[in-house]
């Protein structure tokens, strides 16, 4: 489901990192999901992935955590453009 952007099972594919021979799947379908919100409570882990052995999960998480301060940097900008109208 998370490879074709279904936030669903994020919670499954969150529990499979730790094992190994699931983890770069789990990361793949993690990266693909269109709603990248509901990962923000799992930001700090994502940063921590980023220097993984595994280069398929840095990579991934690299691309999580990128979205996340992207979405992070739009939402600030809006705001702020919100307070000049006011």
């Not at 499954?12 to 990192?17: Q, T």
């Not at 990361?27 to 993984?52: G, Q, S, Y």
Request: no cysteine; proline share 5%; charged share 35%.
């Amino acid at each position: 489901m998370g490879l074709i952007g279904d936030a669903r099972p994020t919670q499954l594919y969150l529990e499979a990192i730790p094992i190994r021979p699931l983890r770069v799947y789990a990361m793949e379908a993690l990266a693909k999901i269109k709603d990248v919100e509901v990962l923000r409570p799992h930001k700090e882990l994502f940063d921590r992935l980023r220097t993984d052995r595994d280069g398929l999960v840095a990579y991934n998480a690299g691309l999580i955590a990128d979205k996340l301060e992207a979405l992070a940097g739009t939402e600030v900008i809006g705001q702020e453009g919100k307070d000049e109208d006011e």
